[in-house]
């Protein structure tokens, strides 16, 4: 079936450091990519996302790149800062699912960033 | 503009009781989906209504849930005869059109307690 598996937490990190969180999936054809954040106190935000093989999503200053040869979406961040600090989740959409695209998540790493 | 709202924020009941959670989504989204989040789980798919009709409910755990949206826009999921199994944040997210590439829109959620 389709699954993701992210590195588990916590991170705790000193500002300004390099950030990697990784994720890998299994699914079959070529599913969507996403990464997800959850900031303290509100909402799960979609923060970036690839759609087919070696594409690059990007925002505020995260990357990840769709890796099918290794399964793997693996985010990433040049510096860290104090207001990174947040729940990170990785997730898919199955290919095939085009009319429902109900998203599949791995179990979310927090991530905490010291001043 | 207004973002994906849900009701009540916090909900605690008993063993055995009937509930009612109810979502708002973003004004003119056609689809809407149900998610359940355990603690230090990622988000897990319940149900999706394109319009008034639940396209996929393969995700609801059993026939204690159940979840309408009678005029395509606001939803309520109803639990009868909670369990405490049933404790975790309820989020409801909410898109615009049938395209598979179009952002899901997450609401607060609502955190259901059974004790």
């Known amino acids: 079936g389709n699954s993701v598996t992210q590195m588990e937490g916590p991170v705790t990190l000193s500002e300004e450091a390099f950030l990697t969180i990784n994720c890998t999936y299994t699914a079959t054809g070529y599913p969507s990519l996403f990464w997800y954040v959850q900031y303290p106190g509100e909402g799960l935000q979609l923060l970036l996302k690839?759609?087919?093989?070696?594409d690059k999503g990007s925002n505020k200053g995260f990357e990840a790149t769709y890796r099918k040869e290794t399964t793997s979406f693996h985010l990433e961040k040049g510096s860290v800062q104090v207001s990174d600090s947040a729940v990170y989740f990785c997730?898919?959409?199955?290919?095939?699912?085009?009319?429902?695209?109900?998203?599949?998540f791995g179990s979310g790493t927090r991530l905490s960033i010291r001043p | 503009g207004a973002g994906v709202s849900q009701t009540p924020s916090n909900k605690v009941t008993e063993k055995g009781k009937y509930v009612e959670l109810r979502c708002d989504p973003i004004s003119g989204h056609t689809a809407l989906y149900w998610y359940r989040q355990s603690l230090g789980q990622g988000p897990e798919f319940l149900i999706y209504f394109q319009g008034t009709g639940a396209a996929d409910d393969s995700g609801l755990p059993n026939d204690r849930f159940f979840a309408v949206r009678p005029e395509g826009s606001v939803s309520t999921l109803k639990i009868q005869r909670t369990e405490r199994g049933d404790s975790a944040m309820y989020l409801c997210?909410?898109?615009?059109?049938?395209?598979?590439?179009?952002?899901?829109?997450f609401g607060p959620g609502t955190r259901l307690t059974v004790l």
């Open positions: 997730a898919l959409i199955p290919s095939g699912y085009s009319s429902a695209s109900k998203i599949i």
């Open positions: 690839a759609t087919k093989a070696d």
């Open positions: 997210a909410s898109r615009a059109g049938t395209s598979e590439y179009n952002e899901q829109f």
